[in-house]
């Protein structure tokens, strides 16, 4: 089992930055990618960004060149800075494990972000 536990939330005005973290304890060893998705609500869970154990990012459209992710595979934690924000930024953003040895998919809890004046 992999457990993951995202932070940094909260509540920002537009044009703000936040940068959410995630930290992955438990069976770790086999994650490849990690990701970060978001719920608005009334909407369904949409795919923000990932990145592979090597470093490869891959990003929606809607979030290009205002979200970074990065990767901490000594810490076991994976980031998400926020730039930008916009009030269609507004969800509740979800972690994401895959692990390739299992076939398996974990997710975390999931942290509100919110973005208004």
């Given amino acids: 089992q992999v457990q993951l536990v995202e932070s940094g939330g909260g509540l ?21 990618v990690m990701s970060w998705h978001r719920q608005a609500p009334g ?14 990012t891959s990003y929606a459209d809607s979030v290009k060149g205002r979200f970074t992710i990065s990767r901490d ?23 994401h494990a895959f692990r390739t040895d299992v076939s398996a998919h974990y997710w975390g809890q999931g942290i509100q972000v919110t973005v208004s004046s």
Avoid at 12 to 32: K, M, Y
Avoid at 43 to 56: N, Q
Avoid at 73 to 95: G, H, I, R, W
């Fill in 73 to 95: 595979n000594a810490k076991n934690t994976v980031f998400l800075q926020m730039n930008s924000l916009k009030p269609e930024d507004t969800a509740v953003y979800l972690c």
């Fill in 43 to 56: 909407k369904e869970r949409e795919f923000v960004a990932s990145i592979t154990g090597g470093g490869l």
């Fill in 12 to 32: 920002v005005q537009p044009g703000g930055s936040l940068r959410l973290s995630c930290v992955a304890s438990g069976s770790r060893f086999g994650i490849n």
